[in-house]
């Protein structure tokens, strides 16, 4: 997922929408009830239903729908908070329950219900608060009516109507039948913003409490009466096939009561668990390993750079300027290894296939998908098929395939009954949507003066966007993959960028800020690379490439006066880096030494601008949270082929970071009036390569190649 | 038949002795607060109290809890009286998906009865469990908020 407001992205959004037959709505929003709860579906909701977003019962309680899917990034209480601000309720007064899959709950920049692309708060801003003050509007409108008065006499606050001038007021729990009465405004007065009362000013999550004290239900944690638990085995190489199986020993293990294939292997069913870890242990499978087999790391490796040098197959995306520009020429090539998400609640779904239908309880990204695909498999309407979404235990992008919603589907067809398939750590690390590889070709041209007045950069790496299930565009294009560079920042007169899709037979997966995670590790490398050619600052030298971009500009100068730019803490150097994900600007500066061949990072700068920020914690919760998964991926996190098959295990052989080596993180959100921006990922960029610089600056080690522990030897 | 006592609950199980813990807690009793991240004690989602030492109950066999007292994240405090550690991570706003934040609270809560003032460098040594979303910063203000930061006074 990625921004959709560039003509790139605007095309492949349209192929994303209509490669989907399920006649999403666009305009999804008041007054659409196509799918939305039924009022009988639980006592809460009874009450005035204005909408698809937001039910006000009797009681003063407001329930309002997320369409988005919480996985740590805070939806839960910023989609609720937008809409209470502008119905003018307490944030004590919000019950969140996560949407149903249905049209009304599309995204509208995707025509889908996905969570995905950092994405939520910017496209569900202007259509969250014109539920709320479309709600507000008609709650005015009651009490207007009631009291015989003009509605433009009446004021709203905490969750009442207010007659200031005849001195009586009446809670929205008193109005709800009214107000269903009252038709919906066309377009109703939303708030300006210095009329805001929750936005910007909430500082709490919704869903704290439920995480401290186990309450929180994620989908590990489904129960459903009668249910089963089923782990599947998966062929170790990619496209492999179950040619045959032995089931026998599998199922003398207590507890195992089915062992059935499924399309994507053979899955163990059992009355726990850990008995179906037991039984799938136990199973004698026979593959077909296919082509890929001879595949390795080196194979891979070998192929890429060959594509990065050669150029063969390069599709243009963008041509600006002249390729022949004469100066100082800087040529590099730079290698990125594959990275898994390792989500800390490994993938699991629960499904319930009946003749009637089927119900799904799921930690997914994309209820659309799940929903069509289960349809598919039980061989029913979509319509028939209810997706229930809990918390999501991590997401990253992992949970955008439905990989683990079908085989639910497909192991409760097959026995019958209610399964939760649940995958173990392993399964988890060897059978990823992984961060593709990624050969980039980078040259630059410095004039007499040292400013870059030349860029080509040639990127090879799989389609991330065909790994999501989409084709792509007549051209082979993938400006997901290509992030960062067909959408580069920097001004440069002659600017060359080109695709290569290699199409390894890895399945290539979208990981927080896909695309962007290792092409800004190239670009901002190179940028350092480039200054120091210059022989100017590197800070300085950003900013000249960023001269009509203001918000660049800021986020820049910020982090570095933060930091101390220059003035690195004793016994460190420092890097700086600058990204630009899906709207949002952010900048870091690391503090580093080196522990022998490991980059020690002792303290992080992070400035965004994430333009209004609905809940500063939240954001900075990110800024912090992004820090740390980016530096954890680069340090040491690798994933490696061989014979076709993922070599690493569980978290004793792919590497995460842990408390030990955090660093100190300082993160601040420059102050914007501009509507909100993504903030999930952006952060993730920056780090890495910051990293890197301040280790040139230590000991003049060029990394050219992530994760760090492949580059430092 | 295995004899356990989970929250001042005791519970009487059909399970193999080698079951582990974690198992029986959350499929069998069926207390889901405590999680599954690894099933080979590296990550410590799923960290209980066994009597007073916080143990991964991913490796720990049933037969290894009979006699001994059980806590799991649902008695680590109450609503009434929470745990400081249960405080100090809504003021800090801790959690962010929140699935790791179990076992942190366990593993760490197990650390205050031996270290009831760990430092930074406490943490960094004593605590191995794994957040994805990169909660530790939030992790140590929270310690020294509920503890004093490693000051004994």
């Known amino acids: ?713 | 038949m295995v004899s356990l006592t989970i929250n001042g609950e005791k519970h009487d199980l059909d399970v193999p002795d080698e079951m582990p813990l974690l198992w029986a807690i959350r499929d069998v009793v069926g207390l889901t607060g405590t999680k599954f991240g690894c099933g080979v004690a590296q990550c410590g989602c799923c960290t209980v109290h066994l009597d007073d030492a916080a143990v991964r109950s991913c490796v720990t066999p049933v037969s290894a809890a009979v006699g001994k007292s059980i806590t799991t994240i649902e008695a680590l405090g109450t609503p009434e009286q929470p745990h400081a550690l249960q405080t100090a991570w809504i003021d800090e706003q801790v959690p962010q998906c929140g699935y790791c934040q179990s076992g942190q609270l366990m593993a760490i809560s197990g650390l205050l009865k031996t270290n009831p003032h760990p430092t930074d460098a406490d943490l960094a040594s004593s605590i191995t469990n794994i957040c994805r979303c990169g909660t530790y910063g939030r992790i140590r203000k929270a310690v020294a908020r509920a503890t004093g930061g490693g000051q004994t006074s």
């Not at chain 1, 026979?286 to 087999?293: E, R, S, T, V």
């Not at chain 1, 290698?335 to 609640?345: D, I, K, R, S, V």
Request: aromatic share 8%; hydrophobic share 40%; glycine share 8%.
């Open chain 1, 1 to 713: 997922m990625t921004t959709i407001n560039r003509g790139d992205f605007v095309r492949l959004g349209s192929v994303f929408a209509g490669s989907l037959v399920l006649g999403v709505s666009a305009n999804g929003c008041a007054n659409q009830s196509h799918g939305a709860p039924s009022a009988s579906a639980s006592p809460e909701t009874a009450g005035f239903k204005p909408n698809a977003w937001l039910i006000v019962h009797p009681d003063e309680k407001v329930t309002i729908f997320v369409n988005k899917s919480e996985m740590g990034q805070g939806v839960a209480t910023g989609m609720p908070t937008i809409v209470a601000d502008e119905l003018d309720i307490p944030m004590d007064n919000v019950i969140m329950e996560f949407a149903p899959a249905a049209a009304v709950y599309a995204d509208p920049g995707f025509h889908l219900q996905i969570t995905g692309g950092s994405t939520s708060t910017a496209s569900m801003w202007m259509p969250l608060r014109t539920a709320g003050a479309s709600a507000r509007a008609m709650l005015v409108a009651a009490a207007a009516k009631q009291w015989g008065v003009d509605p433009s006499t009446l004021t709203t606050k905490n969750g009442s109507v207010i007659d200031a001038k005849n001195n009586r007021t009446a809670t929205y729990g008193s109005l709800v039948a009214a107000a269903a009465a009252i038709p919906a405004p066309a377009k109703p007065t939303m708030k300006t913003p210095d009329q805001f009362t929750l936005i910007g000013k909430v500082n709490q999550r919704i869903d704290t409490p439920l995480k401290v004290n186990g309450t929180a239900k994620y989908g590990i944690d489904v129960r459903v009466p009668g249910m089963k638990f089923a782990s599947v085995l998966y062929p170790p190489v990619f496209g492999a096939k179950v040619v045959s199986f032995d089931a026998s020993k599998a199922k003398q293990v207590k507890g195992v009561t089915d062992v059935v294939q499924i399309p994507s292997g053979v899955a163990v069913v059992a009355d726990n668990s850990w008995a179906a870890f037991q039984g799938k242990a136990a199973l004698v499978v026979k593959y077909d390993n296919g082509a890929f087999a001879g595949q390795s790391t080196e194979t891979l490796k070998a192929r890429y750079l060959k594509l990065a040098s050669d150029g063969t197959g390069a599709i243009p995306a963008v041509e600006r300027g002249s390729k022949d520009v004469s100066g100082k020429r800087l040529e590099a090539t730079y290698f990125g290894n594959l990275a898994a998400h390792a989500a800390m609640e490994p993938m699991n779904a629960t499904a319930s296939v009946t003749p009637g239908g089927v119900e799904i309880w799921a930690p997914t990204q994309v209820q659309t998908m799940a929903q069509a695909s289960a349809a598919k498999i039980a061989g029913v309407p979509v319509d028939k098929v209810q997706i229930h979404t809990t918390y999501l235990g991590g997401g990253f992008g992992r949970r955008l395939y439905t990989d683990f919603t079908n085989d639910a589907v497909w192991v409760s067809k097959a026995v019958k009954a209610p399964v939760q398939v649940i995958w173990q750590r392993e399964d988890d690390t060897q059978h990823d949507w992984y961060k593709p590889m990624g050969a980039n070709s980078v040259s630059g041209v410095l004039d007499d003066h040292g400013n870059l007045v030349a860029m080509q950069h040639t990127v090879v790496m799989d389609s991330i966007y065909e790994g999501l299930g989409f084709p792509l565009p007549p051209s082979g294009l993938d400006a997901i993959s290509m992030d960062t560079v067909v959408n580069s920042s920097y001004e440069i007169p002659n600017y060359h960028a080109y695709y290569i899709n290699p199409k390894s037979g890895v399945p290539p997966g979208s990981l927080r800020a896909p695309g962007a995670n290792w092409n800004t590790f190239v670009v901002e490398t190179f940028m350092d690379e480039l200054a120091h050619a210059a022989g100017k600052d590197p800070l300085e030298f950003r900013l000249a490439l960023l001269k009509k971009n203001p918000r660049a500009q800021n986020v820049l100068r910020t982090v570095a006066k933060n930091a101390s730019w220059g003035s690195p803490a004793a016994g460190t150097k420092q890097g700086i880096a600058f990204g630009f994900w899906n709207g949002t600007s952010v900048a870091t500066v690391a503090e580093v030494s080196m522990n022998g061949n490991t980059p020690r990072v002792h303290r992080a700068f992070v400035v965004a601008d994430v333009g209004r920020a609905v809940n500063p914690t939240i954001v900075l919760q990110q800024l912090e949270g992004a820090t740390n998964y980016g530096l954890s991926m680069a340090l040491a996190s690798i994933i490696t082929i061989k014979n076709g098959a993922v070599q690493q295990h569980n978290f004793y052989d792919y590497i995460v970071m842990r408390i030990d080596e955090a660093p100190e993180i300082h993160a601040e959100i420059v102050s914007s009036s501009e509507n909100p921006t993504g903030v999930g990922e952006p952060a993730t960029v920056t780090i890495a390569p910051a990293v890197a610089s301040a280790v040139f600056a230590i000991n003049g080690k060029r990394a050219r190649v992530l994760p760090f522990s492949e580059a430092y030897t």
